[in-house]
């Protein structure tokens, strides 16, 4: 009987987070992918944003150079700020960012999530 009760209280628990691990499922996510290039890199300077119902906008940049770059870095920086704060404007959190650089450039993700109401 011991068992059995035991039992249930932890099919009961498992049920409760369950729950719990859903509601953070259901969250808004957006994904905010940021990628900056210097000189002759292959790859475009932009901000790609891809929102839960997968819609996708596509800010371009400037690419870095040296005559460029404190303009360029002024002006990349400022349309990164706007593209996080409409989505702060909107109720969503920066919840995590991560970076990886390479020889002629760098790539950024930033996640943002919004709790739904329930």
């Known amino acids: 009987m ?11 628990a498992m049920f409760v987070i369950s729950f719990g691990v859903q509601a953070q499922v259901d969250d808004d996510v957006i994904l905010i ?8 890199s292959f790859m475009k300077p932009r901000i790609v944003t891809i929102t839960s ?4 906008s596509v800010i371009s940049l400037q690419r870095y150079t040296l005559k460029n770059y404190s303009e ?7 349309a990164i700020r ?22 002629s450039g760098n790539s ?8 739904n109401e329930r």
């Open 2 to 12: 011991k068992k059995l009760k035991t039992n249930l209280l932890l099919t009961i």
């Open 33 to 40: 992918r940021v990628v900056e290039t210097v000189g002759t």
């Open 53 to 56: 119902s997968e819609e996708v």
């Open 72 to 78: 360029a870095f002024s002006e990349n920086s400022i």
């Open 82 to 103: 706007k593209e996080i704060q409409k989505w702060m404007d909107e109720g969503y959190e920066v919840t995590t960012s991560s970076n990886d650089s390479w020889q």
């Open 108 to 115: 950024t993700l930033i996640i943002m999530t919004k709790e």
